[in-house]
């Protein structure tokens, strides 16, 4: 079913349904069974592959079953019940929520909202592929894989033992830097949860996130992760090297209170996080894990 231009509803009810939206401001219903809802997908004049109306604003609720929903260009209100689902916010700023289940979001282009809802649920916002912006992941019930890329981001991992990364990842002729001028806020909830401060690049190569070559020293630290909710008892923090790569201080930034985490690059000390709620920490315990 094929909505085409103007405002439109369209109901899938039962079975396995194909609707999509077209232009102008729609409102689509999957209803029960295995759907595949698009916003608006027919004009094809901004984007080959993509297409939707830029001025559109979109309701899709995917209903009972395994269902894939495609934003627009415009401003998307993706809805996913029950089953796993994928939702795919594409362009614009978007709200995605995948309810009940084990669910895949991906926000795409934009300053996007994704709500993981209860289940396992991977929550996935922009690369340099896929988009930048400013994002809010919220995983929910469940144990959560949440992603932020680019972006001055926000995760909160809810409930369950969640991982957090939030760092987005630039392409360079030396394989690539995660984090730069970025600054993430990193909410772990309730549960067991890994905060990711390091991992690979497009090069297979293990480097830290934040680690900005541009720094010029103290004071200029505009790229860095704030954990807030950290449990040494219960949570990790994942590092890239070995602990005396690494030098723990008192935080410099504004008022921001906590432990800093320095990497170590020669002489010069780079801040990549800033750790809330703790008055100190000590890189030989087991809440570090480094890679």
């Known amino acids: 079913m094929i909505g085409d231009l103007g405002d439109d509803i369209l109901i899938g009810l039962s079975g396995d349904d194909f609707l ?33 109306d830029p001025q ?39 709200y995605l929520d995948g309810g009940y289940g084990n669910d895949k979001l991906d926000g795409g282009f934009g300053n996007d909202t994704l709500i993981g809802g209860d289940g396992n649920d991977v929550l996935y916002d ?13 995983g929910g019930n469940g144990d959560d894989v949440l992603d932020g890329g680019q972006g001055n981001d ?41 905060f990711q401060l390091g991992g690979r690049n497009a090069a297979g190569t293990l480097c830290v996130y934040y680690d900005d070559p541009y720094d010029t020293g103290a004071g200029n630290d505009n790229d860095y992760a704030m954990i807030a909710d950290f449990k040494p008892n219960e949570d990790t923090i994942e590092l890239v090297g070995k602990s005396t790569d690494y030098v723990l201080g008192s935080s410099s930034v504004g008022s921001s ?21 703790v008055s100190s920490l000590n890189l030989q315990d087991d809440y570090f894990k480094f890679l």
Do not use: C, M
């Not at 295995?34 to 004049?45: E, I, M, P, R, T």
């Open 56 to 94: 559109g604003e979109n309701t899709l609720y995917g209903g009972q079953g395994n269902d894939l929903l495609f934003g627009s260009f415009g401003r998307d209100y993706l809805y996913s019940e029950s089953e796993d689902d994928e939702i795919l916010g594409l362009w614009g700023d978007d």
């Open 126 to 138: 922009g690369s340099y592929k896929t988009g930048y912006g400013d994002d809010v992941l919220d």
């Open 257 to 277: 209170e906590g432990v800093a985490i320095h990497v170590v690059n020669g002489k010069s000390q780079e801040l990549i996080a800033i750790v809330q709620g």
């Open 154 to 194: 926000r995760l909160f991992g809810g409930n369950g033992d969640d991982r957090l990364t939030a760092a987005g990842f630039i392409p360079s002729g030396t394989g690539g830097i995660f984090g730069l001028n970025e600054t993430d806020i990193l909410v772990g909830g309730q549960g067991r949860d890994t």
């Open 20 to 52: 999509e939206g077209g232009e102008g401001r729609d409102r689509i219903e999957g209803g029960d069974g295995n759907d595949l809802l698009y916003a608006g997908l027919s004009k094809l004049s901004y984007a080959p592959g993509y297409g939707a």
